[in-house]
Nanobody
């Protein structure tokens, strides 16, 4: 059973930065690098939104328009860890951020239906 544990959330002022981490464990038959990974967020009263995704090799990344140029997704396959560097944060970035693993593919996707394993999330709050 794959487990994903996020960390790094917190409260910052507008314009600040945070770095989220997602530690993956429980891979028995295939390694972490086989799967695409993504970050999603959900604010109260809003639908879940795909923020960023990265392919298994770490060569292809995709971003939601709302975070392009401010957020950077990366991964360290040797340490089974996914990252999200968030700069120039805005109050509208406030949400619960979760990492997720693509079901059976190494590609990147911002569609949540492509993901099977999810972490519990870490809260990010940006004040103006």
């Amino acid at each position: 059973q794959v487990q994903l544990v996020e960390s790094g959330g917190g409260s910052v002022q507008s314009g600040g930065s945070l770095r989220l981490s997602c530690a993956a464990s429980g891979y028995r038959y295939k390694t972490f690098s086989v799967y695409g990974m993504g970050w999603f967020r959900q604010a109260p009263g809003k639908e879940r939104e795909g923020v960023a995704s990265i392919d298994g090799a770490g060569r292809t990344t995709i971003y939601a328009d709302s975070v392009k140029g401010r957020f950077t997704i990366s991964r360290d396959n040797a340490k089974n860890t996914l990252f999200l560097q968030m700069n120039s944060l805005k109050p509208e970035d406030t949400a619960m951020y979760s990492c997720a693993r693509v079901c059976a593919d190494s590609g990147a996707s911002l569609n949540d239906w492509a993901y099977c394993s999810w972490g519990q999330g870490t809260q990010v709050t940006v004040s103006s």
